[in-house]
């Protein structure tokens, strides 16, 4: 009986849609109890099966401070409504989850059997699950420094239902759509309210690198933003949204978020679109002059310098796929030369061009910031050094330079130009082949 209960859970877990009750009833314990166990110095492993946005730093309803147990990975119980067996599995061995070592879950009673009934289908046999919400747990949370600048879709849709939510603008705010192209998409449904902008408008010809100061101040001006406006961006792939949070962060708006998830997060909530479109009707004048951030974006000769310093001052990385990275493509049919920069890092990306999975949860929000800075740390890429991002053009750069402000890096800055600039330089050092971050020099 129990080699079918456990097949049938597996089945379940492959279906993507349900899950079986528990293998074994968990046992269940309080956050006391847990700080009693790892007082004892034993191995044990602690999942936060909760929302990412409250791992990350958001206080859940009626809650006072947001953020997660140290140590704990975040597996939210509702991504496995999208993974298979496979999936989760890799889920898992990403985590360095272990089956044989005692494992702890906190989250709400029904996603922590969820969740349960799936590691058990994978052998995990050591279960407790607490049931308490953290306001129970007496110990220090951590979360992530700039939590506040990756917003969840529940935050975005109390502000525009007019509501008050914790962290609310303070001057006022703008939501921006950002694709490429005509709004074609947005014209079929949008967040309500959203504005909309091409990111033909702010990027030129022929590197697709910023356009000039004075058209980038237009864009702004006639969305209404003024630098203390509060600007929170989306998108269907949040690389473009990204893009443009890193020129508005260069020009000097001094609050730029994102929505956790972009269009995704909104639409799986189930929450109300509109596909009238909307316009800003009077140009703001920024206040400031433009920019007020230089160093958010460094153009070749800047990266030049800074591949001068030692290896451990700094890192020029490449937000590109290994095959990227090693020169086996170029990623981009518009690009011909292959390789990388010569001495630049490898900072993880996705599995080409046009996607960024080594940064994103199964539901497209961003990973924890631990295993980010983790990955990083494999390539010498550390949060005290001179870091700069690159890509092709730029934008799966700025994703990542977005989510090294939100868990608190502070020199960082995109390579506008990428590999695309770069590479078109014959006189460029360049590389390619396999390495390993030992070699990087």
């Given at each position: 009986?129990?080699?079918?209960?456990?097949?049938m859970?597996?089945?379940?877990?492959?279906?993507?849609?349900?899950?079986?009750?528990?293998?074994?009833?968990?046992m269940?314990?309080?956050?006391?109890q847990l700080?009693?166990?790892?007082?004892?110095?034993?191995?044990?492993?602690?999942?936060?099966?909760?929302?990412?946005?409250?791992?990350?730093?958001?206080?859940?309803?009626?809650?006072?401070?947001?953020?997660?147990?140290?140590?704990?990975?975040?597996?939210?119980?509702?991504?496995?409504?999208?993974?298979?067996?496979?999936?989760?599995q890799?889920?898992?061995?990403?985590k360095?989850?272990?089956?044989?070592?005692?494992?702890?879950?906190?989250?709400?009673?029904?996603?922590?059997?969820?969740?349960?009934?799936?590691?058990?289908?994978?052998?995990?046999?050591?279960?407790?699950?607490?049931?308490?919400?953290?306001?129970?747990?007496?110990?220090?949370?951590?979360?992530?420094?700039?939590?506040?600048?990756?917003?969840?879709a529940?935050?975005?849709?109390?502000?525009?239902?007019?509501?008050?939510?914790?962290?609310?603008?303070?001057?006022?705010?703008?939501l921006?759509?950002?694709?490429?192209?005509?709004?074609?998409?947005?014209?079929?449904?949008?967040?309500?309210?959203?504005?909309?902008v091409?990111?033909?408008?702010?990027?030129?010809?022929?590197?697709?690198?910023?356009?000039?100061?004075?058209?980038?101040?237009?864009?702004?001006?006639?969305?209404?933003?003024?630098?203390?406006?509060?600007?929170?961006?989306?998108?269907?792939?949040s690389?473009?949204?990204?893009?443009?949070?890193?020129?508005?962060m260069?020009?000097?708006?001094?609050?730029?978020?994102?929505?956790?998830?972009?269009?995704?997060?909104?639409?799986?909530?189930?929450?109300?679109?509109?596909?009238?479109?909307?316009?800003?009707?009077?140009?703001?004048?920024?206040?400031?002059?433009?920019?007020?951030?230089?160093?958010?974006?460094?153009?070749?000769?800047?990266?030049?310098?800074?591949?001068?310093?030692?290896?451990?001052?700094?890192?020029?990385?490449?937000?590109?796929?290994?095959?990227?990275?090693?020169?086996?493509?170029?990623?981009?049919?518009?690009?011909?030369?292959?390789g990388?920069i010569?001495?630049?890092?490898?900072?993880?990306?996705?599995?080409?061009?046009?996607?960024?999975?080594?940064?994103?949860?199964?539901?497209?929000t961003?990973?924890?910031?631990?295993?980010?800075?983790?990955?990083?740390?494999?390539?010498?890429?550390?949060?005290?050094?001179?870091v700069?991002?690159?890509?092709?053009?730029?934008?799966?750069?700025?994703e990542?330079?977005?989510?090294?402000?939100?868990i608190?890096?502070?020199?960082?800055s995109?390579?506008?130009?990428?590999?695309?600039?770069?590479?078109?330089?014959?006189?460029?050092?360049?590389?390619?082949?396999?390495?390993t971050?030992?070699?990087?020099?």
């Open positions: 009986m129990l080699i079918k209960t456990t097949a859970a597996a089945l379940l877990l492959t279906s993507g849609t349900s899950f079986a009750a528990p293998v074994t009833s968990p269940t314990a309080t956050f006391q700080a009693q166990q790892q007082a004892k110095k034993t191995p044990l492993q602690i999942i936060d099966c909760r929302n990412s946005n409250f791992f990350n730093g958001w206080p859940e309803a009626k809650q006072q401070q947001g953020g997660h147990i140290a140590d704990a990975v975040n597996i939210d119980a509702s991504w496995l409504k999208t993974l298979d067996t496979s999936g989760f890799t889920l898992l061995r990403d360095h989850l272990k089956p044989t070592l005692p494992t702890y879950l906190y989250c709400s009673a029904d996603k922590a059997q969820q969740l349960t009934s799936a590691l058990q289908a994978q052998g995990y046999q050591s279960l407790t699950t607490i049931n308490q919400s953290l306001s129970h747990y007496h110990g220090q949370l951590s979360a992530l420094p700039n939590f506040q600048q990756l917003v969840p529940s935050w975005l849709h109390d502000l525009i239902d007019g509501k008050h939510p914790r962290y609310a603008p303070k001057h006022g705010y703008k921006v759509e950002v694709e490429w192209g005509p709004p074609t998409k947005y014209l079929l449904d949008h967040i309500p309210g959203s504005l909309y091409n990111t033909n408008t702010i990027e030129s010809k022929p590197w697709w690198n910023k356009v000039s100061n004075t058209a980038l101040t237009k864009v702004i001006a006639d969305l209404g933003i003024r630098y203390d406006t509060t600007v929170i961006l989306y998108a269907h792939n690389m473009s949204a990204a893009r443009f949070a890193n020129f508005l260069y020009a000097g708006v001094k609050d730029v978020r994102l929505l956790n998830g972009g269009w995704t997060a909104w639409t799986d909530a189930g929450y109300p679109t509109e596909n009238l479109p909307n316009y800003n009707k009077k140009p703001a004048a920024f206040g400031k002059t433009i920019p007020v951030n230089p160093q958010y974006i460094i153009d070749t000769a800047q990266v030049k310098s800074l591949l001068k310093k030692p290896a451990n001052q700094q890192s020029v990385v490449s937000i590109r796929t290994w095959p990227e990275y090693i020169g086996k493509t170029s990623g981009y049919d518009y690009i011909k030369p292959k990388r010569e001495g630049a890092k490898w900072g993880h990306a996705g599995s080409d061009s046009y996607h960024m999975q080594d940064f994103l949860n199964p539901d497209q961003m990973k924890s910031g631990n295993e980010i800075a983790a990955q990083w740390a494999q390539w010498n890429i550390k949060p005290h050094q001179d700069t991002f690159f890509c092709g053009t730029g934008w799966r750069a700025s990542a330079f977005f989510f090294a402000h939100v608190g890096w502070k020199n960082i995109v390579y506008d130009g990428g590999w695309y600039q770069w590479s078109a330089n014959k006189n460029n050092p360049t590389a390619d082949g396999t390495i971050p030992a070699n990087v020099h």
